[in-house]
């Protein structure tokens, strides 16, 4: 599948804009990203430096930036039509909520769509660029899910990122 992927470097790039316009430390703007996490591990200021120049990053933790910058995921795909549309915004959250991949809802789009298309895993993975049979199938399991990956299965599908999260209680 030809389509150009999230970039993650942009993504650094809009939150470094924002830190320095607004004359925080990293440590400040990842204090402020993490406001909603009450327990569990919060995302370390390490984890949003470091998307200067890693290939990948955990997609919990990216809806959270983004939700921070009030931007959507699409807003970082190059090429991608409008991606401001009221069909890609996401709702507010409140105290103690955060936003989050559904990946049970990713698995079951997929599984849909492959079998109006009488495919096999193995055919569906060989459509869909850097993933395997396996990686598609464990899906239904929940677990974690890294952008860029987890933005060309919602392109695939031809839907909103927001389609495939949802709000979880901390």
Not at 64 to 82: H, K
Not at 136 to 149: A, E, M, S, W
Request: charged share 25%; aromatic share 8%.
């Amino acid at each position: 599948m030809a389509v150009q992927d999230f970039d993650l470097r942009a993504l650094y790039e809009a939150l470094d804009e924002q830190r320095r316009s607004r004359q925080l430390t990293w440590k400040a703007l990842t204090d402020e990203v993490n406001q909603h996490r009450t327990r569990l591990r919060p995302i370390s200021t390490s984890t949003i430096t470091g998307l200067k120049d890693k290939p990948a990053a955990e997609g919990d933790g990216v809806l959270q930036m983004l939700i921070w910058l009030r931007r959507t995921p699409e807003s970082f795909v190059p090429g991608m039509a409008d991606p401001r549309s009221p069909c890609f915004v996401q709702p507010e959250l409140a105290s103690g909520q955060i936003r989050r991949w559904n990946k049970q809802a990713l698995f079951a789009a997929l599984d849909e769509r492959r079998l109006a298309r009488s495919m096999t895993w193995d055919e569906l993975a060989n459509e869909i660029s850097g993933f395997t049979p396996g990686m598609l199938k464990d899906l239904h399991k929940g677990g974690r899910i890294g952008f860029p990956r987890v933005m060309r299965l919602v392109r695939y599908l031809g839907e909103s990122a927001a389609a495939f999260t949802h709000v979880a209680s901390w």
